[in-house]
């Protein structure tokens, strides 16, 4: 229960899938609601990828712009 201690890459609280939420409240609050379910889809598929990147230590600006470019998110991911 207290892994965190002894071991210094275990996060204090081990609850990612609230932190990858939260930005969904965060932007549902401050706008009052999305306006159609596919705002929030696009929303959603956005912060998805954003989370992925970051996960996996990638530059997320350099990434972003290589999957607007016309890049899988396989390739990017796999990128070095």
């Known amino acids: 229960a207290l892994r ?12 990612q899938a609230e932190r990858d939420l939260r930005m969904v409240k ?5 706008s009052g609601t999305f306006r159609e379910e596919t705002f929030a889809q ?9 989370s992925t990147l970051t996960k996996k230590e990638k530059n997320v600006w350099d990434s972003l712009c ?11 991911l796999s990128a070095t």
């Open 4 to 15: 965190f201690l002894r071991e210094v890459h275990v996060p204090f609280d081990n609850n």
């Open 26 to 30: 965060v932007k549902e609050n401050i």
């Open 66 to 76: 290589l999957l607007l470019a016309g890049e899988t998110i396989d390739r990017v």
């Open 42 to 50: 696009s929303f959603c598929i956005a912060r998805s990828i954003v």
